[in-house]
C-alpha cells in the first residue's frame, strides 16, 4: 500500500514567523509531488508542485524535495491569519495519493 | 476563465437511493479525476479519464460506483443503492494532458440518511 504520511496537527505559528509542514511519501518511485491548501468547506487549492531535488520557490511559499529520504516539505514565509488552513502533501506514482493533510493555525 | 464546476452541490439521498453527481471541467483539458473526500481526511482517488477514455478506475469503491464521460467533455459520476458509508465530498479535478497540477471544482457533498 502506497502511502503518504502528514502530521493531522494542529501547527500552531505566530504571525510573521515562518510555518514549516513535512510529509513523507512510501514509494521510492514517485516523480511528483504537490502542496495543496484546502480551507474549511472548500476544495483543495494548487499552491506548488515540485519535480526534483532541492528547493522551489514562489513568493511566500518553497517547496523542498529530498527523493533519498522520501521527504518533501513546504515553508511559508512572513505566515499570514489568512494562511490559516489545512495543508495536503500529494505524491504522483500511477495515480496521485493524497496524504490525510496538516492543519495549520497562524496566531495573530 | 471558468474553473471547474460540479452540481449539485448538495445532496441527501435516502439509503438505498440512485444519485448521479456532474463535472464540468475547465475548457480544453483533457485529464479528468473523480475523488472521494471523508470528514477529516485526504481526498482518496476514485477514477481517472483522459478525454472519453477511462483509465483507471481502481478506486471505485464497489461495483455500485460508475463513471462516464461520454464526448470527453461533461463527466458524471453516479452511485446506485446508496448507502451510509457513501456519505462524503465527491471532487472532480481536471488538467491539461501531460500534466498532473490538477485544479478541483467545489464538489458536491452527499449525505445518505
Known amino acids: 500500500q502506497k502511502e503518504v504520511e502528514q502530521n493531522s496537527g494542529p501547527l500552531s505559528v505566530p504571525e510573521g514567523a515562518i510555518a514549516s509542514l513535512n510529509c513523507t511519501y512510501s514509494d521510492r518511485g514517485s516523480q511528483s509531488f504537490f502542496w495543496y491548501r484546502q480551507y474549511s468547506g472548500k476544495s483543495p487549492e494548487l499552491i506548488m508542485f515540485i519535480y526534483s531535488n532541492g528547493d522551489k520557490e514562489d513568493g511566500r511559499f518553497t517547496a523542498q524535495l529530498n527523493k533519498a529520504s522520501q521527504y518533501v516539505s513546504l515553508l511559508i514565509r512572513d505566515s499570514q491569519p489568512s494562511d490559516s488552513a489545512t495543508y495536503l502533501c500529494a505524491v504522483k506514482d500511477d495515480k496521485i495519493i493524497f496524504g490525510k493533510g496538516t492543519r495549520l493555525h497562524i496566531l495573530p | 476563465g471558468a474553473g471547474v464546476s460540479q452540481s449539485p452541490r448538495y445532496k441527501v439521498a435516502k439509503r438505498g437511493q440512485d444519485v448521479a453527481l456532474r463535472c464540468d471541467p475547465i475548457?480544453?483539458?483533457?485529464?479528468l479525476f473523480w475523488y472521494q473526500q471523508a470528514l477529516g481526511q485526504g481526498p482518496e482517488f476514485l477514477t481517472y479519464?483522459?478525454?472519453?477514455?477511462?483509465?483507471?478506475k481502481s478506486g471505485l469503491p464497489s461495483d455500485r460506483f460508475f463513471a462516464e464521460r461520454p464526448e470527453g467533455s461533461v463527466s458524471t459520476l453516479k452511485i446506485q443503492r446508496t448507502q451510509q458509508e457513501d456519505s462524503a465530498v465527491y471532487l472532480c479535478?481536471?488538467?491539461?494532458?501531460?500534466?498532473?497540477?490538477?485544479?478541483f471544482g467545489p464538489g458536491t457533498r452527499l449525505t445518505v440518511t
Open positions: 479535478a481536471s488538467s491539461r494532458q501531460g500534466s498532473y497540477e490538477q485544479y
Open positions: 479519464f483522459q478525454n472519453e477514455a477511462q483509465l483507471d
Open positions: 475548457s480544453g483539458h483533457v485529464s
